[in-house]
Every structure is written in C-alpha cells, then in structure tokens.
T-cell receptor, first 116, second 117 residues
Framework: EPEVTQTPSHQVTQMGQEVILRCVPI?????FYWYRQILGQKVEFLVS????????KSEIFDDQFSVERPDGSNFTLKIRSTKLEDSAMYFC??????????????FGPGTRLTVL | AQKITQTQPGMFVQEKEAVTLDCTYD???????LFWYKQPSSGEMIFLIY??????QNATEGRYSLNFQKARKSANLVISASQLGDSAMYFC??????????????FGSGTQLTVLP
C-alpha cells in the first residue's frame, strides 16, 4: 500500500541552525501539507502546497519557513534559523484531489525535531 | 474560523466494552467534513473515519462509527468492542469548503484513550 515517508525520523539541531525536513508524498497525489505538533499539544496546520506553489499558510508559517518540491517526488520544509520553540513533531501529508471535501489526507510518520 | 473541541483529555475503557469520544465543532461554513485520526505512542497519524456535513447517515468503518448530530454540532467517535491496541491519542479534525482547494485540517486537542485488560 502506498504511503507517505519522511526523513529523518529524528533531527537534533542547535538553535540558529538551518534544518531541512524531507517528505516523499504518495506518487499520484497533488496536494501536500506540513503540520506540526508540539509535545502534548494538538496538531497545527503550517502550509499547503499545490501546483508548485503555496496554496494556504498559517500564521505559524513565517519568513523562517519555506517549502519546496525540488524534483517532483520530494517535498521539503526548511527552517532557516531554528528556535527552541520549533521543537516539535513535523508531519507531512498528501492527498490526491482537492475537489472532494472528504478526500482524506495521508500522513507520514513524522520527524521529531529537537532544538537545543 | 473553524474550531474543534475535545473536552475529554483522557478516557479509560475496559477491554471489549464500547467507548464514546466526544467532539464538538464550530463553523459557519455549510459544507464541511469531519475526520477522526488515531495517534499511537509511536507518533504516526492514522485515518479512521470521515463524515460529510451533507451525509444523511452516520459513517461506520468496522468497529468505528461516528455519531453525527448536526444540530448540536457534534461528531462523537464510538469504538465498539475495545481492544488493547486501541490505546492511543484520538484527534477529531475538520475541513471546510471555504478553506481553499487545499482544504487543510483543523484539529482538536485530542483524547488519550487507555484500554484496560
């Protein structure tokens, strides 16, 4: 069964460093998402991506964040200068179509980012 | 803006019993979808069940059913015949039509379910 994959599973970085979180969405999916979950809190939407551009973004997704689909299969989230409060689980998700509201998003296993 | 409220931070249920996890939502959008996801301790998010705002019948998927009461804006998840493997965090989420074609999910704070042997 096709699945969303994410690498690495755990990333530890120093405050102020840049990190890139990688995702490979399901191959025929067209919509891509990043969510984050701070430990013990709810899952929060960061950004959605469609047709090679950002479709929607939340207020969390400030200038320190960027997304890219560099090669047609990977979907990356870059944090330019990490802060302690960026420590969280980051989930990538994808879905096939935007037309049906019930079209489910498939989530990857997550990358746990720890900023020291 | 949309809002999902899960008022039960933790629930316990005896193995083989049924359990209901509460979810209420708030939106002014007439067209929306409600989802439940399961998050085991390993951290991944597993889709369980979906209910559309215009669906006439409550959704069911195996042991999962959704008790959808539109007038009360509630979408409670019912798990029948609980199993030890059902112990996990459960999130209710909503997607509305007006959130653009990408239609991101808005999540509740979750309910930690523990199934007791």
């Amino acid at each position: 069964e096709p699945e969303v994959t994410q690498t690495p599973s755990h990333q530890v970085t120093q405050m102020g460093q840049e990190v890139i979180l990688r995702c490979v969405p399901i191959s025929n999916h067209l919509y891509f998402y990043w969510y984050r979950q701070i430990l013990g809190q709810k899952v929060e939407f960061l950004v959605s991506f469609y047709n090679n551009e950002i479709s929607e973004k939340s207020e969390i997704f400030d200038d320190q964040f960027s997304v890219e689909r560099p090669d047609g299969s990977n979907f990356t989230l870059k944090i330019r200068s990490t802060k302690l409060e960026d420590s969280a689980m980051y989930f990538c998700a994808s879905k096939f179509s935007g037309r049906e509201i019930g079209n489910e998003q498939f989530f990857g296993p997550g990358t746990r980012l720890t900023v020291l | 803006a949309q809002k999902i409220t899960q008022t039960q931070p933790g629930m316990f249920v005896q193995e083989k019993e049924a359990v209901t996890l509460d979810c209420t939502y708030d939106t002014s959008d007439p067209s929306y979808g409600l989802f439940w996801y399961k998050q085991p301790s390993s951290g991944e998010m597993i889709f369980l069940i979906y209910q559309g705002s215009y669906d006439q019948q409550n959704a069911t998927e195996g042991r999962y059913s959704l008790n959808f009461q539109k007038a009360r804006k509630s979408a409670n998840l019912v798990i029948s015949a609980s199993q030890l493997g059902d112990s996990a965090m459960y999130f209710c989420a909503m997607r509305v039509l007006s959130s653009g074609s990408a239609r991101q999910l808005t999540f509740g704070s979750g309910t930690q379910l523990t199934v007791l042997p």
